[in-house]
């Protein structure tokens, strides 16, 4: 598609499981970002990947939480032993990087909205 | 580091109306890009408008204007003639060069009808 593509649209999963997030970026776009959004709330930087290598992992809360990215291309998110304030809904965002004309612009997927009961 | 600061938590308009949503941020960087992002129920952040730091005249994408005042760090939205179609979450982002989009806490519109 011609969009960032995101899946699951929706999980519910208990606590304790594991979960993956995928994010299918823009094709070209070398850059790609994950952010978290908690209900009503503003967006929470994650991680950062320019092609496969993560300059900036700063916003990941635990060392529960990691994400790779390979070809760079597809991402996953992992959250292991899921917490129940590890609900929330998971962005992901690509772009264009410095040196490819950059804009500056990021495109959106429409988000994994993770439930953890 | 950079922030982004967004005081206003929620703001109304009428249909048809101005509204001005407001954005400070702060940033040691001189290059730099701005923006203001709509996020839907739908959950798809959708970007408005983008403002380039170097750049002294205001962006403008139809009824979406910005007042940037790069001295004071301000970077508020203008949205003219407000169609019931603006009511969304407003996200205020600075993105230094090369480096992550940081984003405010947002600001909920309101459009009444």
């Known amino acids: 598609g011609a969009g960032v593509s995101q899946s699951p649209s929706n999980k519910v999963t208990e606590k304790g499981k594991d979960v993956e997030l995928r994010c299918d970026p823009i094709s070209g776009h070398t850059a790609l970002y994950w952010y978290r959004q908690s209900l009503g709330q503003g967006l929470e930087f994650l991680i950062y990947?320019?092609?496969?290598?993560?300059?900036?992992k700063s916003g990941l809360p635990s060392d529960r939480f990691s994400a790779e990215r390979t070809g760079g291309s597809v991402s996953t998110l992992t959250i292991q032993r899921t917490q129940q304030e590890d609900s929330a809904v998971y962005l992901c965002?690509?772009?264009?990087?410095?040196?490819?004309?950059?804009?500056?612009?990021?495109?959106f997927g429409e988000g994994s909205r993770l439930t953890v009961l | 580091a950079q922030t982004v600061t967004q005081s206003q938590p929620e703001m109304s308009v009428q249909e048809a109306e101005t509204v001005t949503l407001s954005c400070t941020y702060d940033t040691s960087e001189s290059d730099y890009y701005l923006f203001w992002y709509k996020q839907p129920p739908s959950r798809q952040m959708i970007l408005v408008i983008r403002?380039?730091?170097?750049?002294?005249q205001n962006a403008t994408e139809n009824r979406f204007s910005v007042n940037f005042q790069k001295a004071a760090k301000s970077f508020s939205l203008k949205i003219s003639d407000s169609q019931l179609g603006d009511a969304a979450m407003y996200f205020c982002?600075?993105?230094?060069?090369?480096?992550?989009?940081?984003f405010g806490a947002g600001t909920i519109l309101r459009v009444k009808s």
């Open positions: 982002a600075s993105m230094e060069y090369g480096n992550k989009l940081v």
């Open positions: 403002q380039e730091a170097y750049k002294q």
């Open positions: 990947f320019q092609g496969n290598s993560a300059p900036d």
């Open positions: 965002a690509s772009s264009l990087s410095p040196g490819q004309g950059v804009t500056g612009e990021l495109f």
